[in-house]
């Protein structure tokens, strides 16, 4: 297993306390990046994180898709992009694709993001009665809709991750609830996630193991982990406090689930791929610790990377 980080694609400080840390590669997501997915940004990017000392390992963003979790007219030219991306992700060696199935509105959900931890540190957490207070989305899909708009796609793109040798790890839904105001979701349990997987049978075809979100389910986070086996193409290494309709991020150490003995868990089943923090609580620096700035994260992202050394280690 190797300890990474999501970086920007271009240098910050966070880049040199990434390297500080002993960190030797790379997750990228392109924000605010139009068509990204292209050979030449794709290579000036590999090759500018190998110019300061990391191997890009996983793109974890996928280009524009909501046509496609719909079924809507223009799915294809989506789903070509996705093929274009993955092919040249192939011919650079990025070897990792993390992506979600989820209609644009309902990406990651948090309904607060300044819940006190220790020393007064914050945190981000979901209360779905909250969510469901607002109106539902103009979104008009069913859960079977959504089950056969995915075999489509699958059967459409694992081929060409076959064929460019990258594996393919679908994210659970964030968080793994169904349905939030008026729109299904299907990637929220490991039931679903079953069969998600049995719906083209790949080993390039797996899943981002979020610890969050299956400690969000209510799994046993070790006999998950066994479960899925290497069908783990990526790991997410964090905690939450509560279940699926509602539940908070916890530091590392504090926690429900036992971390060493899921980073037991991954060793057992041969698991040596990238494993990241994410949603880290937000420590103090300047003048407001509420404040989701790369600084404020930065700090509590520090303990994160040396707790999964030394788990590592």
Same mark, same amino acid.
């Given at each position: !297993?190797?300890?990474?980080? *999501? ?54 963003? =996928?280009?524009?898709? #909501? ?19 993955? =092919? ?25 993001? &300044? ?5 007064? &540190? =914050? ?8 969510? #469901? ?17 995915? #075999? ?15 594996? !393919? ?11 939030? =105001? ?5 990637? &929220? ?9 049995? !719906? ?16 969000? *389910? ?40 036992? *971390? ?22 937000? !420590? ?13 994260? #930065? ?15």
């Amino acid at each position: !297993m190797d300890s990474t980080v *999501m970086l920007p694609h271009q240098p910050d400080e966070r880049w040199t306390i990434a390297r500080q840390l002993g960190i030797e590669t790379a997750v990228v997501r392109f924000f605010g990046t139009d068509e990204w997915w292209d050979f030449d940004t794709l290579l000036k990017t590999r090759n500018r994180f190998e110019n300061h000392g990391f191997s890009l390992d996983v793109i974890e963003d =996928r280009p524009p898709m #909501q046509k496609t979790v719909l079924g809507e007219e223009g799915r294809d030219e989506e789903i070509e992009a996705v093929k274009t991306l993955l =092919r040249n992700m192939g011919k650079l060696g990025i070897g990792t694709y993390c992506w979600v199935w989820t209609e644009n509105p309902l990406g990651v959900l948090r309904t607060s993001e &300044s819940i006190p931890l220790r020393g007064d &540190s =914050r945190t981000t957490g979901y209360e779905h009665a909250d969510q #469901q207070r607002a109106d539902d989305y103009p979104v008009d899909i069913t859960e079977a809709e959504l089950w056969e708009n995915l #075999q489509y796609f699958l059967d459409e793109v694992v081929p060409v991750a076959e064929a460019a040798d990258v594996n !393919m790890a679908l994210h659970p839904d964030d968080p793994p609830v169904s349905p939030i =105001r008026g729109v299904p979701r299907i990637v &929220s349990s490991i039931e679903n996630y079953e069969r998600i997987l049995d !719906m083209y049978d790949s080993p390039n075809h797996g899943l981002t193991f979020c610890q969050g979100n299956f400690s969000a *389910m209510e799994a046993d986070i070790p006999a998950a982990i066994e479960r899925f086996g290497d069908k783990i193409h990526f790991v997410h290494f964090r905690d939450v406090e509560g279940g699926a309709d509602s539940f908070f991020e916890t530091w590392h150490d504090e926690g429900p689930t036992n *971390m060493k003995a899921a980073i037991e868990a991954y060793q057992d089943v041969g698991f040596d791929g990238p494993i990241r923090p994410d949603h880290v609580p937000k !420590m103090l620096r300047g003048t407001n610790r509420d404040e989701a700035t790369p600084e404020n994260v #930065q700090i509590g992202r520090l303990f994160a990377i040396g707790y999964i050394k030394g788990l590592l280690e």
